[in-house]
């Protein structure tokens, strides 16, 4: 069993910045890739990043390319998702995944290639 606990959401003005973090434990998170989704009222979830076990390569929606940035700790067993330039559209529940899938190398975005989520954490953006 893997348990995710998001954290760092809040309410943040239009053009600030904020970073959530993602908190892994129950097996050896440094094997698996790792995702972020949102979802905001009445839409469906939607990947936002991916990032697999070794940083450098990494995968952005193209609604936040240049502007989100996905790392991961695997010392800390944490994974990140810096957000800068925030817009009123960017608010949602942000959630992060990870996937199962053996050696961790796949970059994948869909919600149904992803095996366990976190409870979500909420981004509030005024205009």
């Known amino acids: 069993q893997v348990q995710l606990a998001e954290s760092g959401g809040g309410l943040v003005q239009a053009g600030g910045s904020l970073r959530l973090s993602c908190a892994a434990s129950?097996?050896?998170?440094?094997?698996?890739?790792m995702g972020w989704f949102r979802q905001a009222p009445g839409k469906e979830r939607e990947f936002v990043a991916a990032?697999?076990?070794?940083?450098?390569?990494?995968l952005y929606a193209d609604s936040v390319k240049g502007r989100f940035t996905i790392s991961r700790d695997n010392a800390r067993n944490t994974v990140y998702l810096q957000m800068t330039s925030l817009k009123p559209e960017d608010t949602a529940i942000y959630y992060c995944?990870?996937?199962?899938?053996?050696?961790?190398?796949?970059?994948?975005?869909?919600?149904?290639?992803?095996?366990?989520w976190g409870q979500g954490t909420q981004v509030t953006v005024s205009s």
């Open positions: 129950g097996r050896t998170f440094s094997s698996y890739a």
């Open positions: 995944a990870l996937d199962q899938t053996p050696r961790g190398l796949s970059l994948r975005v869909g919600v149904s290639e992803y095996d366990y």
């Open positions: 990032i697999p076990v070794s940083p450098g390569r990494t």
